[in-house]
């Protein structure tokens, strides 16, 4: 009988033991979070209900609550692996800053999230938006200037992707580099700066078997974290530092946006919140053939609407499909969460066109709705001024959307002034490009750039020359529209394609055998395009004709274009001479309501007088250069 009981005993033993595993088990099959997205939001928002992208594990079944009444849980959705949850957060108006738990419950378990409700920046001194009277300066963070050597290698990074000597690794700029030349761009006299995007991106290099391997994500346009910064460049705080500093000395920053793709190693390519989150999967996808005039036309077939729309920039850029409700709301919170996380006054939205118009508008009105005064331009890469005109906002095209996008890059203008200041094109093609004019509701909101990341350096092209570039640099200066230039143009840096149009700002970097930033690290050449650039930069500033005029043609033809900027308070007109000799115009000024014994005085190069005779003025033009001249 004792040994039937002692068999018992050990039953029971084993049996109480197998059940205690068995909870253990149960427990360690509960909820786990591992990310929240976004992970803080503002009370008084015009989104007052964010919807939140958890991932995590076993969420199947899960149910979601608030354990403070400031915060309501509603519409709670699991993906089909149980491994992301969408939900509805409502903040109460009268919520105060602080962190709030959320409760996450399944069958097997439990689990608790922290959601941040912050305090709002202040208005006043951010979200300030970009106009006429700006010039921008794009900045490929990586490339300008290290600050700040212990970012340089990132715990597991391995040591090759950091390699000066290598045009597609890390080179090491970073924000801190930034704020430490905020001064030089103060003195240069830009007023706002466009940042290359600051996601994190993935940190290793890719050796594949392609001429441009090894490479890396210096750039920035492969998000491995939408709600993280490179920590290459520094931090969240380390971003705000340089915003605040800029914006201190009246300069503005725009960040760069991607909506339109993620990068290869982002965590959703292998587990995607949604089975419809992409277009394809990373095995099975299309290519976009770029076969982009079809967005434009009204008879274009769907197969190739849907390939410039659904196709893929690259093998390694998976596209993000902005029709699905939840990725369309997932993006526009980001890019209202960097507005207000960090302040900054503008946003340069990559690739915009292969995204749907639609979700173009939906993000503008957004952005607009929260940052009345936050600014906006897409880049749509197209030489046709029909083409990025059909998406500027202001207007509906042939589908009847409005995008209300602020502005876009005036790639075709561009395109006409390199081919002119390089001599393979009359001067007169600047004015006849500028025809087109008539297809923009307002002309005036276009970003007019010099150059950027993805273009050779003027000095790199076919036929260049020093006048040449200046001579670009100065129209793009005085002509309608917004401004931008591009690190090292006011150098003369020199690049060829994609990556050699991104080398590092001389003086820059720690072993630099000199320092471009500084007038005494320049050569005479690049000194004298710095203060010819500051001097049209401060023209500009000092002359509000330039900034917001209309432009009324004067005279034109193969080598020279002249050219009328005038508002209310005043006129200037600007002279373009081409030619290696000197030149005489005589242009009609009665048509712009000059009247006869006005003087007309050069404000820039060698003094010079005219007075208007006959409704009638004569301007000495010096060969290879241009002059503004003021109405006296």
Not at 117 to 142: C, E, H, K, W
Not at 280 to 290: I, W
Request: net charge neutral; charged share 25%.
């Amino acid at each position: 009988m004792k040994r039937v009981w002692s068999k018992l005993r050990v039953f029971v033993l084993l049996a109480l033991l197998s059940t205690s595993l068995a909870n253990i088990t149960a427990a360690s099959d509960g909820p786990t979070v591992t990310r929240v997205e976004p992970p803080s939001w503002w009370a008084k928002h015009s989104i007052r209900t964010v919807r939140l992208l958890v991932r995590g594990t076993n969420l199947t079944g899960a149910r979601v609550r608030s354990s403070k009444p400031q915060l309501v849980v509603s519409d709670v959705r699991v993906n089909s692996t149980g491994t992301y949850l969408f939900l509805n957060v409502t903040i109460n108006s009268q919520t105060t800053p602080g962190r709030y738990p959320l409760l996450i419950q399944t069958s097997d378990g439990s689990t608790t999230f922290q959601f941040v409700v912050s305090q709002p920046l202040n208005a006043t001194t951010s979200f300030r938006g970009i106009d006429n009277d700006d010039v921008i300066y794009l900045i490929m963070t990586d490339r300008f200037a290290d600050g700040d050597a212990s970012n340089n290698q990132p715990p597991g990074a391995p040591a090759s992707a950091l390699d000066r000597n290598n045009p597609r690794a890390f080179h090491g700029g970073d924000f801190r580099g930034i704020i430490d030349k905020l001064l030089y761009l103060k003195e240069l006299g830009v007023t706002a700066i466009w940042l290359t995007p600051w996601y994190d991106n993935w940190n290793g290099i890719n050796n594949c078997d392609k001429p441009w391997c090894p490479m890396t994500y210096y750039h920035g346009y492969h998000a491995i974290d939408y709600y993280a910064v490179e920590d290459r460049f520094g931090d969240l705080q380390t971003l705000r530092e340089l915003i605040e500093k800029a914006h201190a000395l009246g300069i503005k920053v725009i960040q760069d946006q991607v909506a339109n793709h993620v990068g290869s190693q982002h965590p959703w390519v292998s587990n995607p919140p949604l089975d419809n989150w992409f277009h394809g999967t990373l095995q099975n996808h299309e290519r976009n053939r770029f076969q982009n005039s079809v967005l434009l036309s009204p008879h274009s077939n769907r197969r190739e609407i849907r390939n410039v729309l659904d196709g893929w920039f690259s093998d390694d850029l998976p596209d993000m499909n902005q029709e699905e409700p939840e990725v369309a709301r997932y993006e526009i919170q980001n890019s209202l969460w960097w507005v207000g996380a960090s302040g900054i006054d503008g946003i340069r939205q990559d690739t915009i066109q292969y995204m749907p118009r639609t979700f173009i508008r939906q993000l503008s009105d957004a952005l607009h709705r929260q940052y009345p005064r936050l600014w906006m331009v897409g880049e749509v890469f197209e030489r046709d001024a029909a083409h990025t005109a059909f998406f500027i906002g202001g207007h509906e095209g042939w589908d009847g959307i409005d995008t209300r996008l602020d502005s876009v890059f005036d790639f075709s203008l561009w395109n006409v002034s390199l081919s002119v200041f390089s001599n393979k094109s009359p001067v007169s093609a600047l004015r006849d490009q500028l025809k087109y004019d008539a297809l923009y509701p307002q002309a005036s909101r276009v970003t007019v750039l010099a150059n950027n990341h993805d273009t050779r350096r003027f000095m790199s092209l076919e036929g260049a020359s020093f006048e040449g570039a200046k001579l670009h640099l100065a129209f793009i200066m005085s002509v309608r529209g917004i401004p931008q230039l591009y690190a090292g143009e006011e150098i003369v840096m020199e690049g060829e394609d994609d990556p050699d149009n991104r080398r590092d700002f001389p003086g820059g970097f720690p072993g630099d055998r000199r320092n471009a930033f500084l007038a005494s690290g320049r050569t005479p050449r690049e000194q004298e395009m710095w203060k010819w650039t500051r001097d049209w930069i401060k023209l500009r500033r000092e002359h509000s004709a330039i900034r917001q005029g209309r432009l009324i043609d004067l005279f034109y033809d193969k080598d020279s274009y002249v050219y009328a900027r005038q508002d209310a308070r005043q006129t200037v007109i600007v002279a373009i001479n081409r030619q290696s000799d000197e030149k005489r115009i005589t242009v009609r000024v009665d048509s712009i309501g000059l009247k006869d014994g006005v003087r007309l005085k050069s404000l820039t190069g060698v003094e010079s007088v005219s007075v208007v005779a006959n409704g009638e003025a004569t301007l000495n033009l010096l060969p290879m250069t241009a002059v503004a001249f003021k109405v006296f």
